[in-house]
């Protein structure tokens, strides 16, 4: 009799540890971001201290986040890693939600630049924390220029007719133009302001050789051809130049260039706001900002040296991506700028 | 799935089969093209009639997409550029292409296939790595013109055949030879080598033998030979980006833009349904075509 009433306690504490730690299981981050934005060591750290498993899909494009995110309005996530013009629609189709910043002690860490970004801030609260960061620069062939070239306006030098790379995208293009022309937001422009961009790009065409897609794409051609100059996607392509050989380097023109932030956001329909707030957190670190600069070359928003030792110390020159006032109108703007014949 | 589903219409007394193996067996070979050919095809043709309305498709009908289009000259004239372009593709690779196929054909035969194979072998080739293979050739720094200045034809580097209309014509031309090569030797194999004897016996030169049995006899191949580099060249819209420089605009790149930032992909399907509509009366012209001539 105290036999069985003893194996029964035991069966019952047995269920109950069972059940305890089926629940602790079923603890589970799920995370959407870019390759090399949650590697492997920091994800393991994070499962040790807070017992959750992290469960990472990785996406190739932010169409792709969209189609995600909206076919199931948010729930098939926790925490997803966006670039700062996305917000807007993110935000305006409810699919996330503000940060709490007391869950954020690490929030502090973040660099001034990086403490107030107007595109992630909606209501007067902040969305998400900037993590990874970087520009769309100029870059030059050092034969050409011994000394960086400090503005633009070299892409239209009829010196450099024939010799001159663009990029095949209409925002970038659209953007940087209006910087050139010194308007006051290159994401926000006037009918005035349009028509003086699709001007000042046609006058580029004449010196274009290209418009590149693609990081590739770009290298591929300023390595085959004699290309002096290039609109840069970003910083990884001058790497990419001197390993073909090309005597290659970058510069942020004194117009500015643009930048772009990827921050970490919560899901509105996630299902533990403490956990995404917690993987947050721990992606504010100091030494996570340190491990994205040495190992990918982008800029960090928490470790200042570490930007300076792989030269990215000009976030203050960028102006960051914003949601452009009409995507179509520049879509099909850039598409006439396009098949417009040149002489 | 019960054992009834699988009997070949072999079925108990009294007892009629839920399904019958043919009727199952027609229904897979039916449902298969309805699902994977149909659907998604009949969703792409209903989205060009639809609307973005604040980040979101809106399935309303309307015609506004096709009106934006054919009321905006520029989207015309790349449409008509791109035609161009495409038929001096196809008229090219109609030329090249016989040449290649008729001289395999007057080849020994024991040479036909082994000749074939080396002319279809680029299409075992990703199209992007032969993309990226021929800018390296034709480029300033390249293949073709280090040739041509190690032997003294020229002084120094030229820009002459990449990023240009040249380029876009010579890349599109070798990327698409193989299909028209291959139908057009198709044909002229199925020439019985009788009619050549016979025209040869009743007093026919080389020439009268090739220009009265030969060519009309592979006709046919030769227009399907051009149909497909025409169809493919109305599509394509990395080639000419790739080497066209700023001169390769085409309709191709016209539809992709409208995906990604500017999320339009109802103007997107619209666009992608001229593209088809026009493919198929390219298809339907080269049919006209070869059944007048098999009528002859």
Same mark, same amino acid.
């Given at each position: ?33 870019? %390759?090399?934005? $949650?590697?492997?060591?920091?994800? *393991? ?6 017992? @959750?498993?992290?469960?990472? =899909? !990785?996406?190739?494009?932010?169409? %792709?986040?969209? $189609?995600?995110?909206?076919?199931? *309005? ?6 997803? @890693?966006?670039?700062?013009? =996305? !917000? ?256 | ?296």
């Amino acid at each position: 009799m105290k036999n069985r009433l003893a194996s029964l306690i035991a069966s019952a504490a047995l269920t109950a540890v069972v059940a305890f730690s089926a629940s602790a299981r079923a603890e589970e981050l799920r995370i959407l971001t870019w %390759e090399g934005y $949650a590697d492997d060591q920091w994800v *393991k750290e994070f499962e040790k201290q807070t017992g @959750a498993t992290v469960k990472i =899909s !990785y996406t190739g494009s932010v169409d %792709e986040i969209f $189609a995600k995110m909206e076919g199931s *309005k948010g729930a098939d996530f926790d925490v997803v @890693a966006i670039e700062t013009s =996305s !917000y807007k629609r993110l935000y305006e189709q409810k699919l996330i939600q503000p940060l709490d910043l007391a869950k954020l002690p690490n929030y502090k860490n973040l660099s001034d630049v990086f403490q107030h970004i107007d595109s992630i801030q909606f209501d007067g609260k902040p969305y998400a924390a900037p993590y990874a960061w970087g520009s769309l620069p100029l870059i030059y062939d050092k034969k050409a220029f011994p000394t960086p070239p400090d503005s633009w306006a070299v892409l239209w030098d009829p010196q450099y007719a024939g010799h001159v790379l663009a990029m095949d995208d209409a925002n970038n293009e659209i953007s940087t133009a209006a910087m050139v022309l010194g308007f006051k937001n290159p994401f926000n422009l006037s009918d005035a302001e349009f028509a003086a961009v699709k001007k000042k790009l046609l006058e580029q065409k004449a010196n274009v050789l290209s418009y590149y897609a693609g990081f590739d794409d770009g290298i591929s051609i300023f390595a085959q051809n004699d290309v002096s100059l290039m609109f840069s996607m970003g910083e990884p392509q001058v790497g990419m130049l001197q390993k073909k050989g090309v005597d290659a380097a970058m510069t942020i023109p004194k117009e500015g260039a643009i930048g772009w932030i990827d921050c970490w956001t919560i899901s509105s329909a996630t299902k533990n706001v403490e956990l995404a707030h917690k993987w947050i957190d721990f992606m504010l670190e100091k030494r996570v900002g340190t491990y994205i600069s040495t190992q990918t070359g982008y800029g960090n928003t928490t470790d200042p040296e570490a930007n300076q030792k792989i030269g990215l110390t000009y976030a203050d020159k960028l102006v960051f991506f914003q949601p452009p006032e009409d995507p179509k109108r520049r879509v099909a703007l850039w598409n006439e700028i396009k098949a417009t014949p040149v002489q | 799935m019960t054992d009834d589903s699988l009997s070949i219409g072999i079925s108990a007394p009294g007892r009629k089969p839920v399904f019958n193996g043919p009727a199952l067996f027609w229904f897979v070979i039916c449902a298969l093209p309805v699902v994977a050919v149909c659907l998604p095809l009949g969703l792409f043709l209903a989205t060009g009639f639809w609307h973005v309305d604040n980040g979101t498709m809106v399935p309303a009908l309307s015609l506004d997409n096709y009106v934006n289009f054919f009321s905006n000259p520029t989207y015309v004239s790349v449409l008509l550029q791109t035609l161009t372009l495409a038929a001096e593709v196809a008229a090219g690779n109609m030329l090249i292409g016989f040449g290649i196929a008729y001289f395999i054909w007057r080849c020994p035969p024991v040479w036909h296939f082994p000749l074939l194979v080396l002319g279809t072998i680029p299409l075992l080739m990703s199209y992007i790595i032969k993309l990226y293979a021929l800018r390296s050739i034709l480029g300033n720094n390249g293949f073709l013109n280090q040739a041509l200045v190690a032997v003294g034809l020229f002084d120094k580097a030229s820009d002459l055949f990449l990023f240009n209309q040249t380029s876009i014509l010579i890349t599109m031309g070798i990327i698409y030879l193989p299909f028209s090569i291959l139908p057009i030797y198709l044909t002229l194999e199925r020439i019985p080598l009788s009619l050549l004897h016979a025209s040869a016996d009743l007093g026919g030169s080389a020439w009268q033998t090739f220009r009265h049995v030969t060519l009309p006899c592979s006709l046919p191949g030769t227009v399907v030979g051009g149909m497909f580099s025409l169809i493919l060249a109305l599509g394509d819209f990395v080639t000419p980006q790739m080497v066209g420089g700023v001169k390769g605009f085409t309709f191709g790149r016209l539809i992709w833009s409208q995906f990604g930032m500017a999320f339009d992909w109802p103007f997107g399907a619209a666009m992608a349904t001229i593209l088809l509509v026009l493919s198929i009366g390219v298809i339907v012209i080269a049919g006209a075509i070869i059944k007048r001539t098999e009528a002859i």
